[in-house]
């Protein structure tokens, strides 16, 4: 027997209509804050993500599904999506129509990492690109983007942890200081954050070992040694999320695990996740574009985990999902209703009502049942009297509330109820 590849899921017809709610949401936040959507393809170069996300990161080294096509081609399915979409960015001459342009995506990811609660292999990611400008009022509105999407699915204690990474100007000076005093530590880290040390000496900071979280307390962090353009980016970011009510805190310690970022980094994170706490992250990356082969064009941007958003949502227990349930089954009392409920139901449907009766001629215990299974709104059941009456009981199965409304007007009724 055939079995899904590890790390993957099949999201399964009675789940789906999460996802679409989610999907309804999220698209509609996009909308308000005027950001378009972008879809591109699911592989593409290695060198593509090699080149932006680093060589040297967790991502390029050790997580990407990466093989050779047929016509020996190296390409990767993609680990996350602003490289394809700066790629797309600059094939398309996007920049030339906008001055600022705002893009969003929805769309699956692929990394080989050790699947675990909310960390999988292919897991599906949302994310914002703001492409154009180096202003430090977007870095905000990205963060408000993405803490107002939150907010909607009215997801609390959310942390948001920010930091300047700095730039080539104020960076490599910081990288040399901090990479001699990790030197005398260096027996006392962990191994993964000894090798890193001289490709990546900020990510040591950033690691949650316990042992390196201990042997770093003491050094010095780039805050200090941010150059005035950075410092000054940085209060202006402060400043506007101040302006926007947004609560933050400083976390001179995060650097993020991509390499492509200067200036603002930032996560928001949720207690309620347990050690995959990282609802969503993002930053600063002026320099991709250029390195990609386009026009120096600042940017900035987020991406957040969409299993992520559902495990919350799951605990939160407070969100209706809206469930795309039936409007209403028909159940019918005896083998003459039969044909009659099945007229009705396509002819609810035509009407634009989602309806439901039973094919599989059950017995009105069972057709009873199967209305409840699929969460049915609204129930009716059909015998003799109902046919020549003309009207019908309707039981409403959340409070068992009876309404009697005649054939003619149940499509009103049900139209007021479903909005
Ligand atoms: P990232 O931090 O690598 O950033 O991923 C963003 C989010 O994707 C994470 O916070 C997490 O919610 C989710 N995620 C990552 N890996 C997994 C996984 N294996 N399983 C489940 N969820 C996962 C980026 O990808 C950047 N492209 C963000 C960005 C956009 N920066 C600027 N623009």
Redesign the pocket.
Known sequence: MFRSIKGTKDILPDEIYKWQFVEKILRENFHRFNYKEIRTPIFEQTSLFSRSIGESTDIVGKEMYSFLDRSQDSLTLKP???ASVIRAFIQNNLGEAHQLTKVYYISPMF?Q?RPQA????Q?H?F?A?AIGSSNASVDADVIALAISIYNSFKIENNILEINSVGCPKCRPQYRTILQKELLTVADKLSPESRQRIMHNPMRVLDSKDESDKNATKEMPLIFNFLCSDCQNHFSDLQKYLNLFKIPFTINNRLV???DYYTRTAFEISNSSLGSQD??????R?DLLCEELGGKSTPS??????I??LLMVLEKNKNIDFNSEAPEIYFVSADETAREFCIKTTIDMRLNKISAECDYLNRSVKAQMRDANRQNAKFVAVIGEREIESKSINLKQMSDGKETHVTLNSLQKFLTKHTD
């Open positions: 996350e999506g602003t990394r990492e909310g960390r999988l292999r897991f990611q994310g690109e993020r695990g991509l990282a609802l969503a992250g993002g930053g990356y900035v941007g987020f991406a957040a985990g299993e992520r």
